[in-house]
């Protein structure tokens, strides 16, 4: 069992930058693939970025060249760092974890969730 823990939502204007972090407990982190989603009112949850136990990165292209994932296998946390955010970047963004990674893999490659960080980003 995994524990994620997702931290750093808020309000930000437009061309603004956040750091969401999550902590992962409960199991040894470094065996799972770690990713980031969101989900906007009204719309479908969707893959924003995933790491692999190697450092490899996925990236959604509509954030690709401003949003970074970034691991800490001696913390246990995951990071995504956002930068020039866009008022379509707006949603509830949610921590994965799972064993499987795969350069698109959605959410059924991921068996724990956070409860979901709002980001919100005002024009």
């Known amino acids: 069992q995994v524990q994620l823990v997702e931290s750093g939502g808020g309000l930000v204007q437009a061309g603004g930058s956040l750091s969401l972090s999550c902590a992962a407990s409960?199991?040894?982190?470094?065996?799972?693939?770690m990713a980031w989603f969101r989900q906007a009112p009204g719309k479908e949850r969707d893959l924003v970025a995933s790491i692999s136990q190697n450092e490899d990165r996925y990236y959604a292209g509509s954030v690709k060249g401003r949003f970074t994932i970034s691991r800490d296998n001696v913390n246990n946390t995951v990071y995504l760092q956002m930068n020039s955010l866009k008022p379509e970047d707006t949603a509830i963004y949610y921590c994965?974890?799972?064993?499987?990674?795969?350069?698109?893999?959605?959410?059924?490659?991921?068996?724990?969730w956070g409860q979901g960080t709002q980001v919100t980003v005002s024009s």
């Open positions: 409960g199991h040894i982190f470094n065996v799972y693939a």
């Open positions: 994965a974890a799972g064993l499987l990674w795969g350069r698109r893999s959605g959410e059924p490659a991921y068996k724990y």
